[in-house]
């Protein structure tokens, strides 16, 4: 071998042996995976994806800012409920994928059922979990039923205790003398139906039939046929989007007054109820409640923006708000624990969205803002897209509530209030009325 | 003899840099094509310090300019940014920020984004996710994209 071949060699060697070691730990910039329970199918699936999206552009936020806790970007992990309300098996394998994909923290369900049956699972195992849009006062009593260190489910919506009161409240308005109540007879539902009767009746107001049904059929004729033998001039709807539409039909093909007022709830205040009914001229007389998750405030209209500009073009949907902060404080949780612990991670839920000493007020579309504030250890006031979002210990938000009205294509009724114009000529949704907590609750 | 002792010295004197290859991504298509330019900088970031560096160097950027960084592309069309990204060939060993800006042709910064990552020997690709900064929507309120899609921006030139 020639001294020039040896040299050769020696320098092939160095030079392999020349790029520079990983210093840090291999873990060091791993997702931290962020579950989602979403409805991309079933009564629920025409919003889903609406939602989801919603969860996309606080990901997106933060993993344009540099991810979380040094450098760790979000993954999110999707799995689809499809709005599988009935199933208590379906929804223990759902949080057991979500726990064998190494969640730290869940976002949903939207639907009640889901969320509390995911819970029965997420909560044993100290994992964080706030649902955009679960309402039911079974939410509530799940957590009640536990000492505060082992609560960790949360909403950014507020419980249908109080939009029962709207409901009443609303029935007044309109001058409904005669109720009947329709309603699913799930963990959303029936509470909830309950809860309105006994908010009619404390009103004074006569409780002409309670009706529970179940999610999911083809038709609703009977129960339709045991509401129009009632009588009544009012009737109170909780019910997902498909149910509505179908018992709208059901109502208009059994030759139902067109003189009747219905008052609907937040779960069909969505283009999808209009679009199950398959003719918008059958939404007559169509009022309801909601929780406003569209609030004309500088937090909504910056998140609105964000999300046209970032993801489809389009504006955001109900209750998309209430899921973006639901993502956005679970991350900004994290921050702030400095770790991914469930119970670290829970009580910090708490101190990111509350008022603590001299806090900063950061809002959808400064998330950048308040992790470099929690960076440096200082305190915030996360004022979200749908409200302000401060957790109570039972981990429930307050907010105004809405009466809002249905208006064809084609309605020439004044609206005081937001229009929302649905698209596909489907008509607009007319906030009538702004219910504040106070009103609620004097 | 003495021309081998001076590539062993200059081989040797680079030992510890190391290519880097950065992935661009845009939240949507229409971010892109809203974006006439981009530019990349890399920042030493102290592992010490925790790795948290992105939003103060995003903020900084934003508010005072880019101060120092290590490494950095000049002000490219944004197109060179797309499919493959751009690549830094001497990368220093250890974690850096890099911090993507991209501009429309007013100079409105209208995106931006920042990851933490470690160079070094395999690393994979560093990706830089972009998201629209505070000035984003008035900045292309009013204007009309002739590009329908980014192929068209890139190869026919429109906007």
Redesign the interface.
Known sequence: MTYRRI?AIA?AA??AA???????DPD??EPIKIGLVISRSGALGGDGPGWEDASRLAA??V?????L???H?VELIVVDDETNTGDADFHTALANELIGDGVVGVVGAAASSISLGVAAVLTPARIPQISCCSTSDRVTAFNEALAPEGRFLFRTIAPDSLQSLVVALTAEALACTNVAILHLNDDYGQPFGEAIEAALRADGVTVAIRVPYMEGQPSYATEVGMIMAAAPDCVALVAFPGSGGTILRDWNGAGGSTDTTWIGTDGIRAPAFIEATGDPALVRNFYGTSPITDATTPEYNSYS??FR?????ESPIPFSSNQYDATALLMLAIERAGTTDGAAVRDALREVSTRQSEPDFERP?EL??A??EL?RGRDIDYQGASGNVDFDELGNVISPFEIWRYDAPGSTAMCTGARTMLTGGLGSFCRFRIISPEEIRP | MRA?LI??AS??G?????PVEVDVTF??E??FLYADFGQLLVYPVD?AE???????L??QVESTGIGMPVLSTDRLPICDFRSGGVSFGDV????H?YLMLAYDDADNLLL????????????PAV?V????T?D??GA?AGRTLTCGNANDKCTAGCR
Do not use: M
């Open positions: 040299l320098l160095l030079c020349c790029g520079p070691e990983r210093t840090l060091a910039f997106l936020e993993n344009a800012a540099g991810g806790l040094g450098g970007p923006e964000r500009a970032s993801l489809s073009g579309g950048a803002d992790l470099k960076g | 081998w590539v062993i081989l040797v680079g030992c510890g840099l190391t939240p949507r229409e971010n592992p925790g790795l948290g560096d992105c939003p103060d995003l903020d220093p060993p250890g974690p920020a931006d984004g920042c990851t933490i990552a470690e160079a070094y020997e395999g690393a990706e996710r972009l998201f629209p505070s984003y929507a292309i």
